[in-house]
């Protein structure tokens, strides 16, 4: 399998333009693509404002933040976008049909030799895989939020993801800057099942009145030296991202106690989605 320098990214939301980002800042060409214009022409603003705190920060010097830059391109049509790919990741809501339905079209878009990686939080990448006629260059790659900042990516196999395809992964994950870390494929994979339980847990603290939101967290952040408390960290995730993935774990496993705290479908429900809403646990202003 030949390098990878060409990327596409599907999804133009908080992680796919910090996916495309740090593609682009290792000297790879970037396709970002979202069906919807305004959400394209967002994703691009904010890699040029995410490199200019970054050259504030003397993370990053100007002119690579102009090279970078000029290595990103958009466009609105998936199969489009994926012709020229080398690799390919989706980046797109935690719905399963969905992503499903993507993978078909950039299986029959992509070049034979392309991986398409997902950046699935939870949904098994066998099932996406088995929608391809490519299963062994399927992969998961599940980055963490914010992109830019975060070190880890889960690397997950898929029943017939190929050992080439792995170490291809493995190997553009370092080139990122990023710490790749193996796990297989079971569901929430290691981060969210151990991670979204905390959190499902405190919701319900919160709804059971055992404390404020403010109180569960400080807990969390100062007694067991969390960098945000699992209320604050669920507003960043997206409440409706947090409900998906837990749903996902108590289908797949069976086990009641990843069962979503009634309190944290109510606010998916009323709209209240975290920091992309205004409201969730907290409100945000702006």
């Known amino acids: 399998m030949s390098g990878i320098e060409r990327v596409t990214v599907i999804g133009g939301g908080t992680m796919g333009n910090g996916i495309a980002h740090v593609c682009a800042q290792a000297g790879l060409d970037v396709v970002l693509v979202d069906l919807d214009q305004a959400v394209l022409d967002a994703g691009l603003s ?12 003397d993370l990053l010097s100007p002119e690579d933040k102009v090279a970078a830059l000029g290595r990103i391109s958009g466009v609105t049509d998936a199969a489009d976008g994926a012709r020229e790919a080398d690799l390919v990741v989706e980046a797109v809501p935690e719905r ?3 992503k499903y339905s993507l993978f078909r079209t950039l299986d029959e878009a992509s070049p034979d030799h392309a991986i398409l990686a997902s950046n699935t939080s939870s949904i098994s990448i066998t099932e996406i895989a088995a929608r391809t006629d490519r299963p062994e260059r399927v992969i998961g790659m599940h980055f963490m939020n914010p992109v830019p900042v975060m070190k880890l990516v889960e690397v997950i196999r898929g029943l017939a993801t190929s050992d ?3 170490a291809a992964v493995v190997a553009l994950s370092r080139r990122l800057g990023k710490t790749p870390v193996e796990v297989n494929d079971f569901p929430g994979f290691v981060s969210n099942r151990v991670l979204m339980p905390m959190i499902n847990e405190a919701v319900f603290a919160l709804m059971e009145g055992v404390a404020e939101a403010e109180a569960i967290d400080q807990v969390m952040t100062l007694g067991m030296a969390h960098p945000m408390g699992p209320l604050t960290l669920a507003d960043l995730i997206g409440l ?24 944290l479908r109510k606010y998916v429900a009323a709209g209240w989605l975290g ?12």
């Not at 404002?49 to 920060?57: I, L, S």
């Not at 409706?240 to 705290?261: K, Q």
């Not at 920091?275 to 702006?286: D, I, N």
């Open 46 to 57: 904010t890699i040029a404002r995410n490199m200019d705190r970054q050259v504030k920060k």
């Open 275 to 286: 920091r992309k809403s205004g409201r969730g646990f907290y409100r945000y202003e702006g």
């Open 240 to 263: 409706d991202t947090c409900l998906s993935i837990l749903e996902v774990l108590h289908r797949e496993l069976g086990d009641d106690r990843y069962r979503p705290c009634p309190l």
């Open 96 to 98: 399963a049909e969905l």
């Open 164 to 166: 080439e395809t792995t």
